[in-house]
């Protein structure tokens, strides 16, 4: 069975910034990997996945991940952290696109940001 | 792109009383719809998997006669929360994928109930 771990339930950066989530995964099998974010009561935005191909990830908004097998993990990282960036994150995995099996999301993660 | 929206965006009701809540893809086929709960300040817990045409598959712990899921079309899926308490009260959402498009699973908006 997959799982997600994301290290800190709240970051906190100041405006222009650099942000990095953590995301460590476990899998079997080769994961698929995501980040959505979430504003207060809203569902979930997709930010980036990775699937195969290329391990650096360019998302919306600025966000990026790297998927690194070595270290199991896909950390999300953005250069300089906006106001509106400010949001629950959440990384989850899925293990097979084959067919439509399920997300395990990560705890979330807070990103607070201050002026 | 792909939008899945659902409705309502937020209910109250009586403790007691059923409650319906609906999830649609509007521009795809889902052909699996998912439907996860949320508490406050925590992360999505995933509560069954619904195939369309057939029944629904439900996560351990999750009592299948209380979340009646019916997944009828290949854009609407349904979950009802039957006899609602107050600890029923939460942020429901709803995912949708399509085999068609690498397999993206795009989430509605979500639903808050309250129970009183």
């Known amino acids: 069975a997959q799982s997600v771990t994301q290290l800190g339930s709240h970051v906190s950066v100041s405006e222009g910034a650099l942000v990095l989530l953590r995301c460590n995964y476990s899998s079997s099998v080769p994961p698929y990997l995501f980040w959505y974010v979430q504003y207060p009561n809203q569902g979930l935005q997709l930010l980036l996945k990775?699937?195969?191909?290329?391990?650096l990830v360019k998302g919306i908004n600025g966000f990026e991940a790297e998927f690194k097998k070595s270290e199991t993990s896909f950390h999300l990282t953005k250069p300089s952290a906006h106001m509106s960036d400010a949001a629950e994150y959440f990384c989850a995995v899925r293990i097979s696109s084959g067919t439509a099996s399920k997300l395990t999301f990560g705890t979330g993660t807070r990103l607070q940001v201050t002026l | 792109g792909a939008v899945v929206s659902q409705h309502p965006s937020r209910v109250i009701c009586k403790s007691g009383t059923s409650v319906k809540i609906e999830c649609r893809s509007l521009d795809f086929q889902a052909t699996t719809m998912f439907w996860y709960r949320q508490f406050p300040k925590q992360s999505l817990m995933l509560m069954a998997t619904?195939?369309?045409?057939?029944?629904?598959?439900?996560e351990q712990g999750v009592e299948k006669d209380k979340f009646l899921i019916n997944h009828a079309s290949l854009t609407l899926s349904t979950l009802t929360v039957t006899s609602a308490h107050p600890e029923d009260s939460s942020f429901y959402i709803c995912?949708?994928?399509?085999?068609?498009?690498?397999?993206?699973?795009?989430f509605g908006e979500g639903s808050w109930l309250t129970v009183v």
């Open positions: 995912s949708a994928t399509n085999r068609g498009v690498g397999n993206t699973i795009y």
């Open positions: 990775y699937t195969t191909g290329a391990t």
């Open positions: 619904s195939n369309e045409g057939s029944k629904a598959t439900y």
